[in-house]
């Protein structure tokens, strides 16, 4: 396993584009997996391409809102 091709949230935030928020939650509801074992410091370590795969798993349809009359 290369640690350097391994990113902490923030890390694979920067280098995808997606917020870290964004990646914090597909973490919680276990769409997206850290490495096991991987880590810098207290931060979990992701690879580029579950981020990016986690991010297929998004439901595209947008909510419509309740009008207010």
């Not at 290369?2 to 990113?7: A, H, P, R, V």
């Not at 928020?21 to 074992?37: E, F, T």
């Not at 207290?42 to 009008?67: G, I, M, Q």
């Amino acid at each position: 396993m290369n640690l350097d091709e391994l990113y902490t949230a923030d890390e694979a935030a920067t280098e995808t584009g997606f917020s870290r928020w964004a990646i914090y939650n597909w973490v919680r509801r276990g769409v997206l997996r850290p490495v096991p074992g991987a880590k810098r410091g207290h931060s979990s370590l992701f690879r580029l391409e579950d981020v990016f795969n986690a991010e297929k798993t998004r439901d595209h349809t947008r909510r419509k809102r309740a009008s207010r009359c």
